[in-house]
Structures are given as structure tokens and as C-alpha cells.
């Protein structure tokens, strides 16, 4: 007796996360939560529903906090069992939330030859962690982090030069805006094929 319950139950929630996702097709939605950009406006979220978009069946929402018919949400996005209500309740198959805890230029010295001479570069990092929940089956498929570089401008000086703050280092503004452009474009290539793979478990 015990056994046909344990059977009934598991084929009655088999039943739901099936109609579930047959209800919600292959509805994304997608969060990306980043701090303020200080060199530009960031597109991460565009981006992401281009190339994701492009490659596959898959149909990408943005949520909106401002969307009256959106439930709000989550404050706490490391709340799973909110996530998967949330998630729900606002009709969507996938849920993809991508934090970005720091987007940045570095100067470092790479390369040295003592008494001879050493190289400095920029470098362009973007990280932080993507997380991409299968919302019929209640399971968080994936909470990895990421860190992605762009090389910048680069020098060689005499060692006894030793100037980190060489002009030859800097971007301009525009500068800046086309380095950062590039490197959220490498992020999201990176993301966009998780999602791929992810999405057809």
C-alpha cells in the first residue's frame, strides 16, 4: 500500500512539472544585477536576449521591476524555494540570474626581465556569479562564478623607467566605453552558451 502511494505521488508530480512546461513552453526570464557602470551604461541584459535568442528556440523576458503585472522580485535572490515561486508564478519554463559583483580596469606589470626591461597592460574584468534554475523541475541547474579579462593598451619600459601611471596606458572615454562594450560582449557569448547547454538537459 505504502509503495502505490510513493508511485502515485512521484506520477501525480510528474504529471505537474509536464504540464507545467508544457504550459510555459521555453519562457526565460532573465535578471542581471549589477552596480553602477562609472564609464558607461551597461547592456548586459540586452546582449543576453540577442545572442540567447539567436541560437535557440527560447523566448527571453527582462525582468522589470516596474511592471505592475510582473510579481516583485525576491529580495533575497539566493532564496531558492522564492525563486522557484516567483518564477511561477510569472509563467516562465527557465529563470537566469546573473550578478555582477565587479566590472573594472586594472594596470599590471605581466611581464619582467630584470635590469632590462618590463611590460604594463590594462586589463578589463568583469565577475561574479550566473545561476540558471529549470523551473518545471524545481532544480537549480547551475550556481557558477565567472571572471572574464580583456587585454588593454600595453608598454615596455626600461626597468629603471618603472612608471605604471605611463599616459601610454590610459583609455579615453570613448575609449572606455568601446573596452567595456567588448568585454561584456565576451561575458555574454560565455553565458549564452551555458544557457545552451544548460536548457537542453
Known amino acids: 500500500m505504502r509503495r502505490s502511494l510513493i ?16 504550459s510555459t513552453g521555453r ?69 537566469m540570474i546573473v550578478e555582477v559583483t565587479a566590472e573594472r580596469l586594472e594596470k599590471r606589470k605581466s611581464f619582467h626581465v630584470p ?11 568583469i565577475e561574479g ?5 529549470d523551473l518545471s523541475r524545481g532544480k537549480l541547474l547551475t550556481a557558477e562564478p565567472f571572471k572574464i579579462e580583456r587585454k588593454g593598451p600595453r608598454i615596455f619600459q626600461a626597468t629603471m623607467d618603472d612608471d605604471i601611471n605611463d599616459p601610454d596606458l590610459h583609455l579615453t572615454a570613448s575609449g572606455k566605453i568601446v573596452f567595456f562594450d567588448r568585454l561584456e560582449e565576451t561575458l555574454c557569448r560565455h553565458l549564452a552558451g551555458r544557457v545552451g547547454a544548460l536548457a537542453g538537459r
Open 115 to 125: 635590469l632590462v626591461f618590463h611590460k604594463y597592460e590594462t586589463v578589463g574584468i
Open 7 to 22: 508511485l502515485a505521488a512521484a506520477m501525480v508530480t510528474l504529471f505537474g512539472s509536464l504540464t507545467y512546461a508544457s
Open 27 to 95: 519562457k526565460l526570464l532573465l535578471n542581471v544585477i549589477s552596480p553602477p557602470l562609472a564609464y558607461s551604461d551597461s547592456r548586459i541584459d540586452d546582449k543576453l536576449v540577442r545572442m540567447i535568442t539567436g541560437k535557440s528556440n527560447i523566448r527571453v523576458s527582462v525582468v522589470d521591476e516596474t511592471d505592475a503585472d510582473q510579481p516583485a522580485f525576491p529580495q533575497s535572490y539566493h532564496d531558492l524555494d522564492s525563486l522557484m515561486d516567483w518564477g511561477r508564478e510569472a509563467g516562465a519554463r527557465f529563470l
Open 129 to 133: 556569479e550566473f545561476r540558471f534554475l
